[in-house]
């Protein structure tokens, strides 16, 4: 091989090593590289954290929101509920105390005139007994 051939040989072979040099990895600028990477995934994770943390308290403070307006429709529902139980139960008590009163009416006007009749009933009786007593008894004392 001629020299000069040689020599500009050597010089793209020494250009394309010192190329290919630069760009080979070392240890040192891998570990490098990997913590750079390590501390970009690390704030990167903090970020999703930190998004994650502040959604999950928005989604808690909807929901607690949600159940304390269930709560209250609740109580609103159930008091109406129980003025209206309220409210049946005092009509019912007046409809049976109107109708414990009638009867109690009745029955004193039944009573009363029982007693008219059960009076009636005695005087009849105490009469036939003398009719029937005072002459066996006078036939008895003329004995």
Known sequence: MPADQAEIQAEVLTEAFNVNLESLVTK??????????RAYMDTRF??????FDKR??????????????QDAKSDKRFAEQDARFDKRFAEQNAKFDRRFAEIDARLETLRADFDGKFRTLYVMSSILLAAVILPWLERLLTL
């Open 46 to 51: 903090a970020e999703q954290d930190a998004k």
């Open 56 to 69: 999950f308290a928005e989604q808690d403070a909807k929901s607690d929101k949600r159940f304390a307006e």
């Open 28 to 37: 040192d600028y891998l570990a490098a590289q990997m913590a750079e990477q």
